[in-house]
């Protein structure tokens, strides 16, 4: 008996000298993934243009044409009369991370269907880590293409305050969490590369334009007091008013409040929908492929 | 009395009304190749998932030595290198950069993941190939660059599903070759699953997994003896009743 129970320490002690990871190793993997992403979007130089291009088309072409047609009154967080193209770059912000949460979230679906997401869910660190890190790293890449919006926009003297390019930052980070914990959390529920375009009609255009991204909310009321009702509960609009108010070095209070819960909500979501035991994907067999 | 590498105990799992296992039980010792060999749908991809925690287990216990994968999975991955049906690779990178991305997945410091895979990649003659993009690469470097991955993290138990599907008869021999050395070398437990019988050798354990049950589970000898048959292809036959066997010559 005695001889069982030694042989199986020495068995055990041979595998697993220590146990855990210390928080070194936590930031080594991190590190890894937040990496990993950083080199993917690199490579692809094409989704790297459009996720400039996109935006700025709406910044040169729609703002300018609308420029006339749209009167932006004096709201918070600003403080005199602003052109249009002023008023549209935090809605334009919030829409570079808006679509670059969906195209982490495209991708998380392309890498399931491919078999690429096993390799980081069957790493040893806790899923839910896994997760965060996913997230930390879509962030950190929509912050690139953020701030390269940014500087283009201010060669045509667009932009904020000096100041305001620093004091966004957590803001575009909180936002950039949620709308990548938002694209998670619909990944998990896309079977097929195919549905994608769905998430394009569903998500993407009713979340962007029944918001305050191009025009004021109290225009909206104006016009339809239940469309004004739909873009106050609307989490996009909360992420731009934030955004808004920080590049002029102003905290809203309400945005900060939606979007931080949100963003706790979503990724709850998204960590429930890719447990093993709990998730959509374990209930529909996919992880499996083929028996 | 030795702790298997793998021990799979009254498992079962469903996909809703339909059982993919059904009361699965059987064990790997240290230092073993282990064929899992069913037919295409015997739910050996399923035990995979299971086994690697892509799913959690509905009844029964799976443990790598005495890792519960379900209640201390972190420890069970930890020492397990997996090789799954599909390629996870990621295309677009290099062969070195998967290598690190995966050794960043498991905690080790970039200098010692670099050490490592230069032993690995000499290991599986690709050396020379590290920096070049693996979409370059052939079916046959592809998965002996996965085979190294799952060993950069130098586990205990390497199980591999399906690896050799799709590969031609010379890359198939040479992975299946360098597999078993890795028993003699390192002393890893291997879990081989596959439907092609040629790859199941004399001195293997075999597990016959059918409809989702297991058939037959021990030593290719006895497996062969007990349904008294002559060879693994016919006891596979009585066992399975089945005439027609998959793809043993692909």
């Known amino acids: 008996m005695n001889s069982t129970i030694s042989d199986r320490q020495r068995a ?273 067999g996919e992880a499996a492929g083929t028996a | 009395m030795i702790t298997p590498t793998l021990s799979v105990e009254a498992v079962s799992h469903a996909y809703g009304a339909r059982q993919a296992l059904d009361s699965v039980t059987f064990a790997v010792e240290p230092a073993t190749f282990a064929v899992l060999l069913g037919l295409n749908g015997a739910g050996k991809s399923t035990l995979f998932a299971l086994i690697t925690r892509l799913y959690a287990t509905q009844s029964g216990r799976i443990r790598i030595f005495d890792h519960d994968v379900r209640r201390a999975s972190g420890e069970a991955l930890r020492i397990l290198g997996v090789v799954f049906q599909s390629r996870t690779l990621d295309l677009d990178l290099s062969v070195m950069q998967n290598l690190l991305y995966h050794a960043a997945l498991h905690g080790i410091r970039r200098r010692e993941a670099q050490t490592r895979a230069d032993e690995v990649l000499a290991r599986i003659a690709l050396k020379d190939r590290a920096h070049d993009k693996v979409r370059n690469l052939s079916g046959g470097q592809m998965r002996r660059v996965e085979i190294a991955r799952a060993l950069l993290h130098r586990p205990r138990l390497l199980v591999l599903d399906e690896p050799t599907v799709g590969l031609d008869i010379n890359s198939r021999a040479d992975i299946l070759r360098y597999v078993r050395q890795l028993i003699a070398t390192d002393g890893i437990a291997v879990l081989w699953a596959t439907h092609l019988i040629d790859e199941v050798a004399d001195n293997d354990h075999l597990i016959v997994l059918h409809q989702g049950q297991v058939l037959s589970d021990g030593p290719l000898s006895r497996v062969v003896d007990d349904c008294g048959a002559t060879n693994v292809r016919d006891a596979f036959a009585r066992l399975t009743r089945s005439e027609h066997l998959s793809g043993d010559t692909e």
């Open chain 1, 12 to 284: 055990i002690s041979v595998v697993s000298p220590h146990s855990g990871f210390s928080p070194g190793q936590f930031a080594i993997c991190l590190k890894g993934i937040v990496w990993r992403e950083s080199l993917r979007f690199l490579h692809q130089r094409e989704r790297f243009i459009s996720a400039l291009v996109r935006p700025l088309v709406w910044l040169f072409i729609f703002a300018a044409g609308f420029r006339q047609v749209l009167g932006v009154s004096i709201i918070p967080p600003y403080q005199t009369y602003i052109l249009y193209a002023e008023y549209i770059t935090p809605g334009l912000i919030a829409m570079i991370q808006l679509f670059n949460g969906m195209q982490s979230s495209l991708s998380m679906v392309y890498d399931r269907e491919m078999g690429n997401m096993r390799t980081l869910l069957v790493s040893p660190f806790p899923r839910w880590y896994l997760l965060c890190s996913k997230l930390i790293a879509g962030t950190a890449v929509s912050l690139l293409q953020v701030y390269a919006f940014l500087l283009i926009a201010r060669f045509w003297e667009i932009g904020p305050p000096p100041v305001g390019y620093l004091l966004v930052l957590p803001a575009l980070v909180l936002c950039g969490l949620m709308l990548g914990a938002l694209g998670m959390l619909i990944s998990s529920a896309i079977k097929q590369l195919e549905n994608f375009a769905g998430v394009m009609n569903f998500v993407i255009f009713p979340l962007f334009f029944a918001s305050s991204a191009l025009y004021p909310l109290w225009q909206v009321r104006e016009g339809s007091p239940l469309l004004y009702y739909i873009c106050e509960f609307n989490p996009f609009t909360h992420a731009v008013e934030l955004i808004r108010f920080a590049l002029y070095a102003q905290v809203n209070w309400l945005s900060l409040a939606v979007v931080g819960g949100c963003t706790v909500l979503f990724i709850l979501g998204a960590i429930l929908a890719y447990d093993p035991s709990r998730g959509f994907l374990a209930r529909r």
